[in-house]
């Protein structure tokens, strides 16, 4: 009897390893597409790394229709059960639910599928301005402008050179008409920026001081009309 256990046991062992190899061998044969990161979940399902790439190409598409809608919702359920410590993944869940939202409609599943998103991300990594960020980014598309203000006040005592919390911010204050908090705030941000110049910069800086052309632009124009409309 020793020797078909011990035979069945090796036998386990050898699968073990030269499964997750044989995942990251398909993952990593070629350029990423869809039907390799199925092949790779199917040889290996706790392998998160096709799951995330998944996740992080169905985000980035300009549109969703319900059937990519519901793929983006799968693939990232699958992420954050093989890596339910990660962060980055759970986000990515509230980034999908937020979007669907967004996109779709504002249905209970996905505004509570967002919010336990950004929820556990935030309470995985609390020092990291951009979940937080990404949270209050989220509140105030649906309307929930107090909820917004208080997560992105935590962005920015976390990170006070947190640029686009200091835009976000700025946004806020001119959904709520006030102009000087406004004004304020996108001044910090065009501070935060300034303090980049010329020096060089590890990779967590150069994220926290970026922001993008379009949403300084945003802001900027946003408070030229309203300072104008006030001063008419």
């Known amino acids: 009897m020793r020797v078909p256990a011990a035979l069945a046991l090796a036998f386990a062992v050898l699968w073990s390893v030269a499964t997750p190899a044989l995942a990251r061998r398909a993952w990593w044969s070629g350029p990423s597409t869809a039907a390799r990161a199925e092949r790779a979940e199917r040889a290996e399902p706790w392998f998160s790394e096709p799951l995330e790439w998944r996740v992080d190409q169905l985000l980035a598409r300009p549109e969703w229709s319900w059937p990519e ?6 693939w990232s359920r699958r992420a954050v059960e093989v890596h339910p410590g990660g962060a980055r993944a759970w986000s990515a869940l509230g980034d999908v639910h937020a979007r669907v939202a967004a996109e779709l409609g504002p249905w209970p599943d996905a505004l509570d599928g967002a919010r336990q998103g950004f929820g556990r991300a935030t309470a ?4 990291l301005p951009w979940y937080w960020a990404r949270w209050a980014a ?3 598309s649906v309307g929930q402008l107090a909820d917004a203000s208080r997560l992105v006040e935590r962005a920015l005592a976390e990170e006070p050179r947190f640029v686009r919390g200091w835009l976000l ?15 304020a705030s996108f001044e910090r ?7 980049g110049r010329g ?6 800086e150069r994220d926290l001081l ?6 300084v ?8 009309h309203a300072e104008g409309h006030s001063g008419g």
């Open 69 to 74: 809608a519901a793929e983006a919702i799968s």
């Open 124 to 127: 995985l990594e609390p020092h």
């Open 138 to 140: 989220f509140e105030r």
């Open 169 to 183: 911010e700025a946004r806020l204050a001119l959904d709520r008409g006030d102009l000087p908090e406004a004004a």
């Open 189 to 195: 941000a065009r501070s935060a920026a300034a303090l």
């Open 199 to 204: 020096r060089q910069l590890t990779d967590y």
């Open 210 to 215: 970026r922001a993008p052309a379009w949403q």
């Open 217 to 224: 632009e945003d802001v900027a124009r946003s408070l030229t």
